[in-house]
């Protein structure tokens, strides 16, 4: 499109130059009767002006025409692209909302599970007594079914309208650590003492299992979402 302006330009500029250069000779031959005066007097140089200054003007048309299709064309993308954006976010809003809740869960079992070893070595050490270690297990215990009745009221809410089939499951798995009574596997550390502290880190340690499944599950369909809306196009 620059050549274009370019070629306007200089096709403008020759006809400022025609007229420039014929008024001057027909000031030169005004009064005069010599046969080139007479042939000049007879060329229609007007008209080859005329006809480049048509030329000059419509290929700045021609220019300003392709700037404003670009201009538009630009305009009509961001607009798509912002409609692919907000229907992406319509459908992936569920699933954010679940991916920060089994985060939460995941991360708090992670802590509360390195918060219950460094108790239980207090313990074995005749630091803390027993019966701090096992109120510490039943506040995080309290504390992971809170987080995972609520991950439960996701699942209720969405159900298989924004979630689909393999991250409902797998949030429903999560959902029933709420109610679930882990047995005693037995294992370091050893003897009855420990029996709830055993549980306790088995359950800590389920919890993160799956709630990291679940997140696998969610980061997959947010992506093929992302995909169906055209943002990976």
Sequence with gaps: ?????????????????????????????????????RVLNGFQWESIVA????????????????QQIEATEK??????????????????????????????LRASAKATLQHLEELQKQVESGLLDTKKLNSAIDRANAEC????????????????TSLSFAVYSELGRVADLEGMRMSDLGGAPEGDLYI??????????????????????????????????????
């Design 196 to 233: 709830r502290y055993r549980k306790a880190k088995r359950y800590m340690m389920e919890a993160q299992t799956r709630s990291a499944g679940a997140q696998r599950e969610i980061n997959r369909q947010i992506g093929e979402n992302l995909r169906r809306c055209g943002i990976y196009d």
């Design 145 to 160: 079914h809170k987080r995972a009745a609520h991950i439960g009221s996701i699942c209720a809410q969405h159900k298989t």
């Design 51 to 66: 006809g480049a200054l048509g030329l000059a003007g419509g290929l700045f048309v021609i220019y300003s025409t392709k």
């Design 1 to 37: 499109m620059k050549s274009l302006v370019k070629i306007a330009l200089i096709t403008g500029a020759g006809a400022v130059g025609i007229i420039v250069f014929f008024l001057g000779l027909d000031t030169a031959c005004l009064g005069s009767g010599t046969t080139g005066c």
């Design 75 to 104: 305009v009509t993308e961001r607009t798509l692209n912002q409609a692919k954006l907000h229907r992406a976010d319509d459908l992936n809003g569920p699933l954010q909302l679940s991916h920060e809740a089994t985060e939460d």
